[in-house]
């Protein structure tokens, strides 16, 4: 039998959070943020399953971080157009950009000099990036009257040409610095004539008035809410990862035996431990606490011990039908039912869930699901 730790990648539930982007931003165009293998989650199969959806219905775009990631989707037959978020990383890459068919973000004035002494046989939409106030990447607003006159003028760059800035902190409900860095993109668009890309997932599920011609989800397509409060509409989110296993072993402890490294859990109770397929040797988090929380048959206990690099354990004292074999589920949908968020368990690891999902490691096969 061969070790019951799986990722199961729910398909289905990607293409209903993506459809519930476009839902909320109906009159901007949603690109799919598929970066960092998709979050986790397989950039190719998620590519896919989004790129087989209905015209109309499907990303017009898809984002990630850099050439190679494009580079793989293209091997994997996923045709549709993808935005570089980073740009080029060195002026060679521009020919590879041209022939994949790739847009791209310029932050840098190097970039700017590389495009500008490139000549593509057709124009490549170009996303010029601000810095409005997360302080990463991007030009000063100040610079970039000058910059976009540059490439507007450069009939290689003219037509696709459009503005684009990162939020420090959509996700607070009530943010004056998001309003700074929204007012300050609005005044730049509106002095220049220019179209818009702006939300992430916390804009584009909770500020209409940052959408712009252009959002730009990722981690809400995974199904996990990144707002400071769920609001009626993260509450549709469906979660596309379960982070599945099984009880490998089984034992009873007497009250004040330790379990694991060093100890950390001590039984406070006659107690059941059940051992569990799973560890920080397959990106579960090392940090989590005694008490985050676990589904085991479908109901909710708790971890009880430090996590080992292949193993987990976690109380079961209150379910007595667990046992070797019983369903796992360290966050995603259990056969029985019940849902753990992936968020719920980052705040035990005191961390996001953009952590755990893009850190479960290739140790972990992924099983794509399609509902019937
Ligand atoms: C430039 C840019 N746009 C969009 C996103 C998507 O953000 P989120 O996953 O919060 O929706 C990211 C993610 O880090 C990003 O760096």
Not at 342 to 360: F, N
């Amino acid at each position: 039998m061969a070790r019951p730790l799986v990722a199961d990648i729910d398909l289905d539930a990607l293409c209903h959070n993506y459809a519930l982007a476009r839902e909320l931003a109906n009159r901007s165009r949603a690109l799919a943020v598929i970066k960092a293998d998709a979050y986790g989650h397989g950039a190719v199969e998620s590519a896919s399953a989004l790129e087989s959806l209905p015209e109309g219905q499907r990303p017009p775009a898809l984002a990630v971080a850099c050439l190679e990631e494009a580079e793989a989707l293209r091997k994997g037959g996923i045709e549709t157009p993808i935005v570089l978020l980073e740009g080029i990383f060195e002026t060679q890459e521009l020919s590879r950009v041209e022939a994949l068919g790739l847009w791209m973000a310029v932050h840098s004035e190097w970039q700017v000099e590389a495009l500008l002494s490139y000549r593509p046989a057709r124009p490549i939409p170009v996303w010029l990036k601000v810095d409005s106030g997360m302080h990463r990447l991007g030009f000063p607003p100040e610079q970039v009257p000058a910059v976009w006159a540059r490439l507007v003028t450069a009939p290689q760059y003219a037509t696709d040409l459009q503005l684009m800035s990162h939020f420090a902190t959509a996700d607070a409900l009530d943010s004056a610095y998001f309003d700074r860095q929204l007012e300050c993109m609005r005044a730049l668009a509106e002095r220049l004539g220019a179209p818009l890309c702006l939300a992430n997932s916390p804009a584009t599920l909770a500020r209409p008035q940052a959408h712009g011609s252009w959002v730009r989800p990722g981690v809400m397509l995974y199904g996990s809410d990144p707002l400071e409060r769920p609001s009626a509409a993260s509450r549709r989110l469906e979660p596309v990862m379960t982070l599945r296993s099984e009880i490998i072993a089984v034992r009873d402890l007497a009250v004040g035996e330790p379990v694991g490294y060093a100890g950390r859990w001590r039984a406070p109770r006659p107690s059941r431990i059940a051992v569990v397929a799973c560890g920080y040797g397959d990106g579960y988090d090392r940090h989590a606490v005694d008490g985050t929380p676990v589904l085991v048959a479908g109901k909710r206990t708790v971890l009880a011990g430090k996590v080992s690099m292949d193993m987990l354990t976690v109380d079961v004292t209150d379910i007595p039908e667990a046992d070797i074999g019983t369903e796992v589920v360290l966050w995603g949908r259990s056969r029985y039912g019940a849902v753990l968020s992936v968020d719920e368990v980052a705040r035990y690891c005191d961390t996001i869930s953009y952590t755990l999902l893009t850190g479960i490691l290739p140790r972990v096969p992924r099983r794509y699901r399609r509902r019937a």
